[in-house]
């Protein structure tokens, strides 16, 4: 089963994705993971990526879909992929529809998280990250061990400092508020999902949505 996540920056598409990933026992794959370990490694993508990155800007559709044709073609996403922040742009649809047909597979569902902006600067505000497990925060400051214990240390990522959410959330309603309606005129299996909430109850929404 493939399941696109669509959705603002700080709707919570990471760790509804990794639950989602869970019931459903397909793996999740988030570009933005791909891109944050290839930063920290000092590949030629991370390069590439990190100055898009740390202004709050997207990617170059090209590059995403070298990631995407990559990934999917791994034995692990063999089941199907929950795929967060993925799609981003029309062109990226495109490219994953035309690689999904090339696989023999489909977009299956597509899941949009709804949320208020205001929320969502606030969510993303205070927000830190596990610079080993990139788990999301909130609640704790930067610099401290990360509460699960895992060895790693919470960081502020540079695209939650105030001027890069408010610039991803401008990204957000140009480049990719319009995928949904692009899924709406292909006649994709778009599902709605009060955002807001209780993580559980998110989960159980998000679940009843992809039929579970
Ligand atoms: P995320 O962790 O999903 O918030 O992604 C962090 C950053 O990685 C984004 O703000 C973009 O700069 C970049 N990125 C991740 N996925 C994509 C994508 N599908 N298209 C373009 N840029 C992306």
């Known amino acids: 089963m493939i399941v696109v996540l669509l959705g603002p920056p700080g709707a919570g598409k990471g760790t509804q994705g990794e639950r989602i990933a869970a019931a459903l026992g397909v793996p999740k794959l988030a570009t ?9 490694d000092g590949t030629r993508l991370g390069l590439e990526a990190k100055g898009y990155m740390d202004r709050g800007d997207l990617v170059p559709d090209a590059v995403i879909l070298g990631i995407i044709k990559e990934a999917l073609a791994q034995p692990t996403y063999a089941k199907g992929a929950i795929l967060d922040g993925v799609v ?4 990226q649809a495109e490219g994953l529809a035309a690689a999904t047909q090339e696989l023999g597979t489909q977009v299956d569902v597509v ?5 208020a ?3 969502l600067v606030e969510r993303l505000s205070g927000r830190t990250t596990c610079d080993m497990t990139q788990k999301p925060f909130t609640g704790f400051a930067p610099g401290i061990p990360c509460p699960d214990g895992c060895g790693g240390t919470l960081v502020r990522r540079a695209d939650d400092e105030p001027e890069a959410i408010r ?5 957000y309603q140009a480049q990719t508020a319009p995928v949904l309606d692009w899924y709406v005129a292909q006649g994709a299996n778009v599902q ?9 109850a998110v989960t159980a929404r998000a679940l009843a949505a992809v039929g579970r």
């Open 111 to 115: 899941l949009t998280f709804d949320i």
């Open 88 to 91: 981003r742009t029309v062109p």
């Open 117 to 119: 902006d205001d929320v």
């Open 192 to 200: 709605h999902i009060d955002a807001v909430g209780a993580f559980d």
């Open 32 to 40: 933005g993971d791909v891109l944050r370990a290839a930063v920290k």
């Open 167 to 171: 610039n991803r959330l401008r990204v």
